[in-house]
């Protein structure tokens, strides 16, 4: 894993590379012993005719290694390899022993790589094994990725929870009753809620791609927490609560998209369970960290250890988080070789799929479309609602820990926060009984191809999840009395967070 490239990709990697006009961090095509792509030394000579560059392509080339000036890791020199015969040659010059491709992605690959290559303006990738193309990044590069965006969901998703703890002291000082307080966690939660349907659709625009709006929205974030720890009365603190929840939804929106972005389709219910995972991590232990802070110093102590948190991660991953879209890596890649090569007619296919949009079509398609979907698709619908009330009675679950353990069993702020590690702790129960499913029954099913994965087979799980829900209801109700253990209704509270785990996890993939 290149740490350099690593950087150079990432948000603060970018800012320097183009601040410095290209000379830091610079890709292979702005170095100068990089070789032209094949087709595109054709342009340059005055050879533009389509006809003469397939006939030319057709056969094989004995002096395509002399073209090629140095091999290397992450890239070759040519935007589509030629098929068939001069394949083996891009193949030979990206290969990396500790790269096990699968043989038949390859051969798919291959296919629409010969396919696309009679379209030489058109930029993709050099060939199937392109280390810019994060499906053919190493092993240890997306485990590491993986933990940004892990890292990134937690520092936004504990922002919801954190606030909890402070309620009681901040409608003391505010003058207000505790349910208005609780408004603080209710905007957040709305915001993350309405955010993505604005937000999200941002991440597919070639020009931006997904690190830019994960950072950016980060950035407003962390900001936003300034003014919310400082707020002097609640009709302050609550647009501040609804936006920050708003700006960081992207992350929670969007952070399994990335992941499908580097790996394989047999993975995904591996990787999206460890990232779930991370994210139910954030209403877990933001009380318990919320607790102790907001017993010691006030309510506003648990948002200034939000903005420390969440500013830690920004500081790391506006170094460290590179690009994962596949669209934006290409159109940089294009914008590069037109400046390279002087040919303006260069575009991926990105560019193309939006060129032909206006504004109109442009914004309806990215902010209409996703609540036409939401409300006229039955499934989508249903799951939705069903999601919904699962959200809110989890938050219920929250706001009723104050009620079960401090009032009737006596705890205080900080002990509180503790009882929430039940939730924790049926979280990670869910996610190991889901590996042995996810390898042994839904990975199988992707290696004829993700096309072929029959998307009901996820039912099974949501079936066994929402079995737990009322049984850690009445679990957690019945017990909730002063004549019973304490540790009895946080052990039913465990098996909340384990059917609703099992739930996210039949739907996010």
């Known amino acids: 894993m290149p740490v350099p490239e690593l950087i150079r990709d990432s948000f603060i990697g970018q800012l320097v590379y183009y601040g410095s006009g290209r000379r830091l961090f610079q890709y292979p095509e702005d170095q100068?012993?990089?070789s032209l792509p094949i087709q595109h030394q054709k342009d340059l000579s005055g050879s533009n005719s389509e006809t003469a560059t397939l006939a030319d392509n057709s056969k094989p080339r004995s002096d395509e290694k002399n073209i090629v000036t140095e091999k290397r890791e992450s890239t070759v020199s040519a935007v589509e390899r030629p098929p068939l015969e001069e394949s083996t040659v891009g193949q030979e010059i990206l290969r990396s022993p500790s790269r096990d491709v699968e043989k038949g992605r390859l051969a798919e690959e291959q296919r629409r790589f010969t396919e696309e290559f009679h379209t030489p303006n058109l930029v993709h990738w050099y060939g199937p094994d392109d280390q810019e193309n994060p499906q053919n990044w190493s092993f240890l590069k997306k485990c590491f990725v993986t933990f940004d965006i892990c890292l990134l969901t937690f520092s936004i998703y504990i922002g919801s929870a954190i606030y909890a703890p402070g309620i009681e002291a901040l409608s003391l000082q505010f003058g207000v009753s505790p349910v208005a307080g609780t408004l603080g966690l209710t905007l957040f939660v709305v915001g993350y809620g309405v955010g993505p349907m604005f937000?999200?659709?941002?991440?597919?625009?070639?020009?931006?791609g997904r690190t830019t709006v994960y950072i950016v929205s980060l950035l407003i974030f962390v900001v936003l927490q300034v003014p919310t720890a400082l707020s002097k009365n609640l009709g302050a603190l609550l647009p501040l609560r609804f936006l920050a929840g708003f700006v960081g939804s992207p992350a929670l929106a969007t952070g399994g998209a990335s992941l499908i972005d580097m790996w394989a389709a047999e993975d995904w219910a591996v990787v999206i369970g460890l990232w779930?995972?991370?994210?139910?991590?954030?209403?877990?232990?933001?009380?318990?960290?919320?607790?102790?802070?907001?017993?010691?110093?006030?309510?506003?102590?648990?948002?200034?250890?939000?903005l420390w948190l969440s500013g830690a991660?920004?500081?790391?991953?506006a170094f460290f988080l590179p690009e994962t879209s596949a669209q934006a890596i290409l159109y940089r890649r294009a914008t590069r070789l037109r400046r390279l090569t002087g040919n303006a007619d260069l575009r991926s296919q990105g560019e193309l799929d939006s060129a032909h949009l206006t504004?109109?079509?442009?914004?309806?398609?990215?902010?209409i479309r996703p609540f036409v979907l939401s409300f006229t698709e039955p499934i989508v619908a249903c799951w939705n609602l069903y999601i919904a009330l699962v959200y809110g009675i989890l938050y219920i679950f929250i706001e009723s820990f104050r009620v079960v353990f401090m009032e009737t069993h006596g705890f205080n702020i900080g002990e509180n926060g503790l009882a929430f590690l039940g939730l924790f702790v049926g979280a990670v129960a869910a996610y190991i009984g889901l590996l042995p499913y996810a390898i042994l029954k839904l990975k199988p099913m992707f290696k004829n191809g993700p096309e072929n994965f029959i998307p009901e087979s996820r039912l099974p799980i949501a079936m066994v999840g929402a079995i737990f829900l009322p049984i850690s209801m009445f679990w957690f109700g019945w017990t909730s009395g002063a004549n019973v253990?304490?540790?009895v209704p946080i052990i039913g509270s465990g098996f909340f967070s384990f059917g609703t785990f099992l739930l996210f996890q039949a739907g996010l993939k």
């Open 32 to 34: 100068p012993n990089f």
């Open 199 to 208: 937000l999200s659709p941002l991440s597919e625009i070639p020009q931006l």
């Open 276 to 306: 779930s995972l991370a994210a139910v991590c954030g209403p877990v232990l933001g009380p318990l960290i919320g607790g102790f802070a907001a017993q010691a110093e006030g309510w506003t102590w648990t948002i200034w250890i939000l």
């Open 313 to 317: 991660a920004l500081a790391f991953l």
């Open 359 to 367: 504004v109109s079509e442009m914004t309806q398609t990215a902010l």
């Open 485 to 487: 253990h304490w540790i």
